[in-house]
């Protein structure tokens, strides 16, 4: 792509003096970028000091101490340089109204719903706090929400370019909600009072984590149908195939007894009757395509994770107790509120956890009872590996994804933890890890250049490039 | 001399100490590297970078930052659901104090994000509901009548009492200011009692600084996320603000308004409105109106001096000052970054909160 020499060396950008704007859109596309970092922030843990991040083509391409920048790149320099984080929970981008539907089946694609003008100024927001992509979910509150994409916020990207995975989780939920609060309702003709309830009895969430594993199962079961009708169909083409040679093989053959045979009859008087070819083998049914057992086959073989949002300890005993026999299905726990008493069970079946990072006061639905940020701290120092979402049923709470982050370290957590919590594991937990979470070459290039360390209180992103794409310059609000 | 990097325990009531911390906050603006804080008999009796610490005074290292401990105000902890008084609008004699369960575990989990001090407030559910009370977050009793709240805002309106307009609503006020004010609104005129205006829009903050400004009443707005927008006729008015702590995901409007109360020279402080809100988000709203302009001083002060001047309580807390209430906090680091922990937490001298070996 052919771009002017001028407009690069206006473009040619150090982030301590007066940067050039890029203009009121944003999204400038440029094929190459060099990114000189102070710091950079390679993944939670490994830092180069005055490194270089090399992209093209919305990949990087290369990371070191001495790179030079490829010909026609831009050129971006910041103190400090890391992964773009990733909010796995959230509700940025996607309206009220699909986020609350109860109405959503396992087939039902939060991609979809993503609405690409809608919080755009929360997007914005967001995208100045360093959050590069979130998981977008429709049906976040009813038993099976349905399946979660990975998307990126920025604006101004090709449709191809803001999914970065379709199919990212199944999302369902376990001992959520179902608290009704009480009223008056006409019943009989009489106006009535209706206590309310305070939601799911126990045993009820219990009864659902058996609906789960038996969803699972009958999943499996359509997996393996599947695979039988394959291997039927493969085998049914043999023989069709096999008969159609032998039957070539003797046609000519068959062609002049045919020939007498009339001949014969007709001399006779006789009427002629065509011999009758009978298949002996019947093609295979194919069973009934199922978009909700495709989704729960794909869980049940692993191909795709279950992320169940799971508070109180007796469901969550009754899901850990279940999770051995269920070897190749890859769970993630989200909430997971009661869960420290099962810290060693989550890191034995290696189940990550998805903490609720948003603090609760009094009100809080009774699910979260025992919510407490120091959770984070608690899993993590038992070994399991912990994502960070903001959690809130309002998108504006992505923009804070870094102080909520920061504030679970004041909570106990290790500062790398709490980094990984929102960029190498939350792509992990989202199956996106081999594309986005660290400045790794081969990844997607989504990175921050940010004004001071990453997830203090005065860290935020003078620039951001997201899909190789400069989506966010100094000055641009 | 040992660095500990978990502080021993300090004695217990009334028990004297010097601390030493790698970065003692005297106030937003004065910071003093390794300095001392010297307490004796529940208050700050010196505080230094070369304080002479007495030989039956023992000296403990602490790794952080030491401030004095944050106050929050407005909340309704200990009350339970108090205020739903629907009879009648005008209570100027009634005290919230008589009302406060001071055993409430609300006030433990204020301690363990380093608030020392909070002002009671009752619900804006009337006309005046009564006095707020200002109380340490042991439970122990500041001022059982700090300010007078009067409510300008909507929240006073009912549809089966009066007032049950905005018109009426300040008509009834200036009634009780103006023909022959007794008791708490008598002290309120007089300037004796401060005065709690309880407002939410804009408007209702206009109204209720026209009303202070006829009578020259003083006092702050309390509630108002969007009051800086009037930055400068609440400036003139000289009456201070109290911003509502919203917490993560608070509206960019808003933190930007709390840049314009510094920018114009009002003072203000947070609001918590606990237990509803949790207690993190004292800090929570203070480490975003950082991040929108609000220097890193003026922010510490608006937890602490501001707050505490606002309360009623400057001359006793709200600084690391000779004289002051031991009322301290050390923080693993920075106070106004939310990585930082309260490490320990003490209340007139006695440690209220972790430092526990």
């Known amino acids: ?477 | 001399m040992i660095i500990a990097a978990i502080m021993t325990v300090a004695l217990l009531g009334g028990g004297d100490v010097a601390l030493r911390a790698d970065k003692v906050w005297v106030d937003g603006a004065t910071a003093i590297d390794k300095g001392i804080v010297l307490v004796r008999d529940g208050r700050v009796a010196d505080v230094g970078a070369n304080v002479e610490v007495p030989q039956d005074v023992q000296l403990i290292e602490c790794q952080g930052h030491l401030t004095a401990g944050l106050v929050a105000l407005r909340a309704q902890i200990g009350l339970d659901g108090e205020g739903v008084d629907a009879a009648r609008a005008i209570l100027p004699e009634a005290k919230i104090a008589d009302a406060v369960r001071r055993d409430d575990p609300e006030f433990a989990r204020l301690r363990a994000q380093g608030i020392t001090a909070v002002v009671l407030a009752p619900t804006a559910t009337k006309l005046v509901p009564g006095s707020t009370a200002v109380a340490k977050t042991t439970g122990a009793m500041v001022s059982d009548r700090a300010h007078l709240t009067v409510v300008f805002g909507g929240s006073a309106l009912a549809f089966n009492r009066e007032p049950t307009s905005y018109a009426r609503q300040t008509e009834m006020l200036a009634e009780l200011f103006d023909n022959g004010p007794k008791g708490a609104v008598s002290d309120a005129k007089n300037g004796r009692l401060p005065i709690l205006w309880e407002v939410q829009s804009k408007p209702e903050v206009r109204r209720a600084l026209e009303f202070a400004t006829a009578r020259k009443l003083g006092g702050a707005l309390c509630g108002a996320p969007l009051a800086g927008e009037l930055a400068e006729e609440i400036a003139a008015a000289k009456l201070a603000v109290i911003v509502p702590a919203s917490g993560a995901g608070e509206p960019m409007r808003e933190a930007q308004s709390v840049a314009l109360l510094a920018k114009k020279g009002v003072t203000f402080g947070f609001g918590l409105d606990a237990p509803s809100n949790p207690a993190q988000n004292l800090r929570m709203v203070a480490a975003l109106s950082l991040r929108h302009g609000v220097e890193h001083g003026k922010a510490l002060n608006a937890l602490t001096k501001d707050a505490a001047a606002i309360a009623g309580m400057g001359a006793r807390a709200g600084s690391v000052a000779r004289g002051m209430d031991a009322d301290l906090v050390l923080w693993s680091g920075d106070p106004l970054e939310l990585s930082s922990a309260a490490k320990a937490v003490w209340v007139e001298g006695a440690l209220v909160h972790g430092g526990a070996q």
């Open chain 1, 1 to 477: 792509m052919h771009t002017p020499r001028a407009w690069f060396a206006a473009a040619l950008v150090v982030a301590s003096s007066a940067p050039a704007s890029l203009g009121a859109q944003e999204a400038a596309s440029t094929d190459a970028l060099l990114i000189r970092a102070e710091h950079l922030v390679v993944k939670p843990g490994v830092v180069l000091e005055n490194a270089q991040v090399s992209i093209k083509n919305g990949r990087i391409v290369a990371v070191g101490t001495n790179l030079q920048p490829l010909p026609g790149a831009q050129e971006i320099r910041g103190t400090w340089v890391g992964a773009g984080l990733i909010d796995a929970w959230s509700t940025l981008g996607v309206s009220g109204d699909s986020v609350g539907d109860q109405q959503t089946t396992p087939a039902t694609r939060a991609a979809d719903a993503f609405d690409p003008y809608l919080d755009e100024h929360l997007r914005r927001e967001a995208l100045r706090a360093g959050v590069v992509a979130v998981r977008a979910q429709a049906g976040v509150p009813a038993r099976i929400g349905g399946v979660g994409s990975v998307v990126r916020i920025a604006s101004g990207l090709d449709a191809s370019q803001r999914v970065v995975q379709q199919d990212a989780v199944l999302w369902t939920t376990v001992g959520i909600g179902g608290a009704q609060p009480g009223g008056v309702q006409f019943i009989d003709g009489e106006l009535v009072q209706m206590p309310g309830s305070r939601g799911m009895d126990v045993f009820e969430r219990i009864e659902l984590v058996d609906r789960l594993f038996g969803q699972i199962a009958a999943g499996r079961n359509y997996l393996v149908q599947k695979n039988e009708y394959a291997h039927e169909l493969v085998e049914w083409q043999k023989k069709v195939a096999e008969k159609t040679a032998e039957l070539e093989k003797d046609a000519k053959k068959a062609k002049k007894d045919r020939e007498k045979a009339e001949t014969d009859a007709k001399e006779k008087g006789k009427p002629f009757e065509e011999k009758k070819y009978k298949e002996d083998f019947k093609k295979p049914a194919a069973p009934r395509v199922d978009d909700d057992a495709e989704v729960w086959a794909a869980v049940a073989d692993g191909a795709m994770p279950l992320m169940v949002h799971i508070n109180r300890d007796a469901e969550l005993r009754a899901l850990l107790s279940g999770v051995a026999d269920q070897a190749r299905v890859r769970w993630v726990v989200a909430g997971a509120a009661e869960s420290v008493a099962h810290a060693k069970h989550l890191k034995a079946h290696n189940i990550p956890v998805l903490v609720h990072a948003l603090p609760m006061g009094a009100g809080r639905p009774d699910e979260y009872d025992q919510h407490d940020l120091a959770l984070a701290a608690h899993l993590a120092n038992a070994g399991v590996k912990v994502a960070i979402g903001s959690g809130g049923m309002d998108p504006a709470h992505t923009r804070d994804l870094p102080l909520l982050a920061a504030q679970l370290v004041g909570h106990g957590l290790e500062r790398t933890k709490a980094l990984a919590g929102v960029t190498t594991i939350a792509a992990e937990v989202l199956d996106v890890g081999a594309r986005m979470g660290s400045i790794e070459v081969g990844k997607d290039a989504d990175l921050v250049v940010w004004s001071a360390e990453p997830l203090t209180t005065a860290a935020q992103a003078t620039y951001v490039v997201s899909a190789g794409r400069v989506v966010l310059a100094p000055e641009q609000n």
